[in-house]
T-cell receptor
Framework: DAGVIQSPRHEVTEMGQEVTLRCKPI?????LFWYRQTMMRGLELLIY????????DSGMPEDRFSAKMPNASFSTLKIQPSEPRDSAVYFC???????????????FGEGSRLTVL | GQNIDQPTEMTATEGAIVQINCTYQ??????LFWYQQHAGEAPTFLSY??LDGLEEKGRFSSFLSRSKGYSYLLLKELQMKDSASYLC??????????WGAGTKLIIKP
């Protein structure tokens, strides 16, 4: 399997612009997670899906952030409008842990490094 | 509140042994993970403990004491490629992962 695939790997944009990050999870995995990592705050869970349904979005910072999973093989994380404080590495991860979301190994994508100027 | 504590940084010598400690406070507990993250890369899974005791996997071992809210990752025969951050994460009663800030391990020749 190709693993979790994210795009773009790097994105530099200006404040106020819309940013869309994309993720293809490992085939057969029924959980998909979006994380954000910064030096100051470490790894933070933004949202996770189970069988394409959003289960917990309490980590989404504010209304500027939205995430969708239209099918089992694709998810997007959108920031509109973007701000400099959104600069971070955004990771997508998937797992196939059956009933419980965090009792199995998480497989992370290589991340999308976002810089908002 | 829920909290994971681990040292910010540790230094060790190539060929030696190092132990990275992690203490956790969570509402309920459903297991503890260790992940390795090289600079500029994604975290990769190392181990998962849900029962007390030591789990050995090659040069790496992970220990858990549920009663003490304590875990450690033991790395033997250190190699330069082991220089990385090591993330401890505990799963609470709602199966939410609580992540530590990570321990940056520096290996010196």
């Amino acid at each position: 399997d190709a693993g979790v695939i994210q795009s773009p790997r790097h994105e530099v944009t200006e404040m106020g612009q819309e940013v869309t990050l994309r993720c293809k999870p490992i085939s057969g995995h029924d959980y998909l997670f979006w994380y954000r990592q910064t030096m100051m705050r470490g790894l933070e869970l933004l949202i996770y899906f189970n069988n394409n349904v959003p289960i917990d979005d309490s980590g989404m910072p504010e209304d500027r952030f939205s995430a969708k999973m239209p099918n089992a093989s694709f998810s997007t994380l959108k920031i509109q409008p973007s701000e400099p404080r959104d600069s971070a590495v955004y990771f997508c991860a998937s797992s196939g842990s059956g009933r419980d979301p965090n009792t199995g190994e998480l497989f992370f994508g290589e991340g999308s490094r976002l810089t908002v100027l | 509140g829920q909290n994971i504590d681990q040292p910010t940084e540790m230094t060790a010598t190539e060929g030696a042994i190092v132990q990275i400690n992690c203490t956790y406070q969570t509402s309920g507990f459903n297991g503890l993970f260790w992940y390795q993250q090289h600079a500029g890369e994604a975290p990769t899974f190392l181990s998962y403990n849900v029962l007390d005791g030591l789990e050995e996997k090659g040069r790496f071992s992970s220990f858990l004491s549920r009663s003490k809210g304590y875990s450690y990752l033991l790395l033997k025969e250190l190699q330069m490629k082991d220089s990385a951050s090591y993330l401890c994460a505990a799963t609470d009663s709602n199966y939410q992962l609580i992540w530590g800030a990570g321990t940056k391990l520096i290996i010196k020749p």
